[in-house]
């Protein structure tokens, strides 16, 4: 049973910066491509980047140049750096384990997320 556990979520002012981390359990990640994922209040959950094994990214247009995506597979951990946080990027980000290269298909495993807060 694959089970993931987001964290590092918090409240920031609009150009910080926050890296969250998700734990994974119940799958070799080195086997998968992974992504994280946010949903905004009022919105459905979007696709925000996703890092393929050989190592290539794809991201949403709003976050290229300010989000990466990395991971540590001998300790099955998923990270997504975010720098120069802007309001609109205020959302409970989820971390997927299974995912094709451009996250449009995703497993059905999620966590609980973690809340990200930008305000002034």
């Known amino acids: 049973q694959v089970q993931l556990v987001e964290s590092g979520g918090g409240s920031v002012q609009p150009g910080g910066s926050l890296r969250l981390s998700c734990a994974a359990s119940?799958?070799?990640?080195?086997?998968?491509?992974v992504g994280w994922f946010r949903q905004a209040p009022g919105k459905e959950r979007e696709r925000v980047i996703c890092g393929s094994r050989d190592g290539s990214t794809w991201s949403e247009d709003s976050v290229k140049g300010r989000f990466t995506v990395s991971r540590d597979n001998a300790k099955s951990l998923l990270y997504l750096q975010m720098n120069n946080l802007q309001p609109e990027d205020t959302a409970v980000y989820y971390c997927?384990?299974?995912?094709?290269?451009?996250?449009?298909?995703?497993?059905?495993?999620w966590g609980q997320g973690t809340r990200v807060t930008v305000s002034s």
């Open positions: 119940g799958i070799t990640l080195d086997n998968y491509a």
């Open positions: 997927n384990a299974d995912v094709n290269v451009d996250g449009t298909y995703y497993s059905n495993d």
